[in-house]
């Protein structure tokens, strides 16, 4: 599976039946990334939900990642680990590659620092994250990165970018044009009233298949849709 597309990034819920509730739904909706984040929970706890969010990843073929914690996603078996700046085992991103090994993904938050991209990209990181991209609810006070720096990022170091923070409906095709591979979205799709049709919208943007028969008018062309259409078109 190609380091593209959708990536639901979870809530900070301490409810595992209502997270799996959440996140099924936006894997039936064709989300292939699941990154389990969860600031507020126990360890116990955690620990819980990422082997909740394995299990329905892997019945829907999707990847997880794990937020944060790198010995978490070897403990559970998932599919990687993403790490900010503090995150690393030993603050080493190049300890944190040995430790999940070169079948698990890392993926490295980056901000606006192209400087980072570079650091991560030589320690063997499979993705880079940039953002906030816009105002973002999630982290109010986090800082902004220009569009420009996906392009930049992608030409410099031929990696698959991510891009995180703010990112809606109406602004996600102009991220994806500025380069972006991946989409990290937590309020705009879990806060949706479908969540199942607004990850299908986003998951439209990378499959064209879905697009023209979005456009074509059918079933597929949920008001989330359509939105992005009409943003695109």
Excluded at 83 to 110: K, M
């Amino acid at each position: 599976m190609k380091l593209r597309g959708l990536c639901a990034v979870t809530l900070d819920d301490p409810l595992l039946p209502r997270l799996s509730a959440l996140v099924k739904a936006a894997l039936d909706g064709g989300t292939p990334f699941v990154q389990y984040r969860n600031k507020m929970a126990s360890r116990p706890l955690r620990r819980a939900q990422a082997a909740e969010m394995l299990r329905i990843c892997r019945a829907s073929g999707a990847r997880l990642i794990i937020n944060d914690d790198v010995w978490l996603a070897v403990e559970i078996g998932a599919d990687g680990a993403h790490l900010g700046r503090d995150d690393a085992p030993g603050g080493s991103l190049a300890t944190a590659r040995d430790a999940l090994g070169p079948q698990r993904i890392l993926g490295v938050s980056c901000y606006n620092e192209i400087d980072r991209g570079a650091e991560a990209a030589a320690a063997g990181a499979d993705y880079l994250a940039f953002g906030s991209m816009f105002p973002s609810r999630t982290k109010p006070g986090a800082v902004r990165a220009p569009l420009e720096l996906l392009g930049e990022a992608r030409r410099r170091f031929g990696l698959p970018v991510a891009a995180i923070g703010g990112i809606t409906a109406d602004n996600a095709a102009q991220v994806i044009a500025a380069g972006a591979d991946m989409l990290a979205v937590v309020s705009d799709l879990f806060d949706a009233m479908n969540i199942r049709a607004k990850a299908e919208a986003y998951q439209a943007l990378f499959n064209h298949g879905l697009r023209d028969k979005a456009l074509a008018g059918s079933a597929i062309a949920s008001p989330e849709t359509s939105a992005i259409y009409r943003a695109i078109s």
